[in-house]
């Protein structure tokens, strides 16, 4: 999972840029990039490791020139966290020059890598996805080109090729030398990207693309409309705006993790607002903490801070029992989830979270968890309720178990790594050390999310191994964990 911001503007681009990154660090926390374009096409690059408060330096956004540009904060899926290679944004020279970020995960990069090196003729330095999807671009805008000048047409041609090679997901954002601001998502619309605009002080208009509608509101942009599956939308350097659907079926089928972990509560993606279906979660969790806890087994509910607090709230509210906040967390701590490596996130969650002994001694708690993946976390989280002095500790996960990788962009690639994958519910519960578990039920974590808006499927791969391109294997899924566990 990452984050993604492009804008076209009637001045300089950078701050802005940096200050919609740092909104969206909850996204990724691995590195940090930000490339900027004048109007002769010449492009300006900076990134690096770590997040975006300590990556970008004064002279770094100095060198930043331009009226239009994007930025990227990277959570690695695909390629290695630690190499800074891998940063992106990534460039390629020809035709134009075209500079890339990217959100999602392919899943043919095999047969891609074999295509691009046999049949394109292009030279990949990495094994990053990212790199992959800006030379299957470039590739594709060099078969397009019909004269002299690019025309908006071409690239939408361009675009529709990409679709038809190109299988995952992908919400995407490039900038083509001397020409403008292209983005485009995947037929399915697995990752969100949202289109914004406002008036600029001679009348005309400035442009934003973006993960999330948050960076539009703190932007003082107007929500134009969320970028549809399989769409592209190009805006040029006069800053019109050219879109077209460059997909031969499109489906709306967003990540349903989105919604559960991912996103910011203050977003609105895909017409669904984030908190507002964390707190339909906690209704219907309500209903089955009731239905399988014995009655008198829970005296306080308490969220594990951030994402559960709208869930545990109404969980809470429901069940008619006292709400508390026994965690105290430290804000200056990442999130455990999209560290990468086990021992990172295992030593990092007595440092982000402090159990206050008042709130726990001799209590029967109820703690609420967003959702539980590997259990490293959770584990550790009721040890130290027990250490606080909790009597008993019941553990509920306001998402269904997660029994299957998701391939998507979110690192759950190994089976084995799943504390849910193979085990019944009692036994995650031994594994964890809680004296009672509960997990949301599939279907009403679907109708939470959906309640109320035009959208009517999701992927939830990870909770109920349906995988919506239709492309993923078993043998692709086996390729996957045997390249992370080597």
């Not at 004048?38 to 020139?65: P, W």
């Not at 308490?302 to 545990?312: G, Y």
């Not at 440092?351 to 959702?371: C, R």
């Amino acid at each position: 999972m990452c984050g993604i911001i492009g804008m076209v503007g009637r001045g300089p681009v950078n701050q802005e840029i940096y200050d919609s990154l740092a909104l969206l660090q909850h996204r990724g926390q691995d590195s940090t990039g930000i490339a900027t374009a004048e109007a002769n096409g010449v492009f300006h690059i900076s990134k690096a490791k770590g997040q975006v408060r300590e990556a970008f330096r004064t002279r770094d956004m100095r060198s930043l020139i331009g009226e239009i540009g994007l930025g990227h904060v990277r959570y690695a899926t695909q390629g290695t966290a630690s190499n800074e290679e891998e940063a992106q944004p990534f460039y390629v020279n020809a035709p134009y020059g075209i500079v890339l970020v990217h959100n999602g995960n392919l899943t043919n990069t095999r047969e891609l890598t074999q295509e691009l090196f046999h049949k394109d003729r292009r030279h990949l330095n990495t094994s990053s996805d990212t790199e992959l999807l800006v030379n299957v671009l470039a590739n594709e805008l060099q078969a397009s080109i019909s004269g002299v000048e690019l025309a908006p047409d071409e690239i939408f041609q361009a675009v529709q090729r990409v679709h038809e090679r190109v299988e995952g997901s992908y919400a995407a954002i490039a900038l083509i030398a001397g020409y403008g601001l292209l983005a485009f998502r995947d037929p399915f619309g697995i990752r969100p990207l949202i289109l914004g605009t406002r008036k600029a002080a001679d009348g005309s208009y400035e442009w934003v693309v973006a993960s999330e509608s948050l960076v539009l509101e703190n932007g003082e942009f107007e929500v134009v409309r969320d970028v549809m599956p399989g769409e592209a939308v190009f805006i040029d350097l006069d800053g019109h705006l050219h879109t077209k659907q460059c997909a031969a079926d499109p489906k709306l089928i967003p990540c349903s993790f989105e919604y559960v972990y991912l996103a910011r509560p203050d977003s609105v993606m895909n017409g669904i607002s984030v908190y507002e279906a964390r707190l339909r979660m906690g209704e219907r969790l309500a209903d089955t903490i009731a239905k399988y806890t014995p009655q008198g087994a829970i005296d306080v509910v308490m969220p594990i801070p951030d994402s559960s607090r709208p869930a545990a709230m109404q969980v809470a509210r429901k069940l008619g029992i006292e709400y508390r906040e026994g965690f105290y967390k430290n804000r200056y701590v990442g999130r455990t989830f999209i560290m990468p490596g086990q021992a990172v996130r295992k030593k990092s969650v007595r440092q982000k979270l402090n159990a206050m002994s008042s709130e726990f001694k001799g209590k029967n708690v109820l703690l609420i968890d967003d959702s539980i993946v590997r259990g490293t976390t959770s584990k550790q989280i009721i040890q130290m309720a027990r250490d606080a002095g909790a009597k008993s500790v019941t553990f509920a996960s306001a998402a269904p178990p997660v029994r299957y990788p998701h391939v998507y962009g979110i690192n759950m690639p190994s089976r084995h790594e799943l504390v849910a994958h193979g085990r019944t519910i009692p036994e995650i519960a031994e594994e964890l050390g809680a004296d009672y578990m509960v997990y949301q039920e599939v279907d009403d974590l679907k109708a939470a999310i959906l309640e109320g808006s035009d959208v009517d499927d999701l992927d939830m791969s990870c909770f109920d191994g349906r995988y919506v391109t239709g492309t993923v294997t078993d043998e692709y899924l086996a390729w996957v964990e045997g390249s992370q566990e080597s």
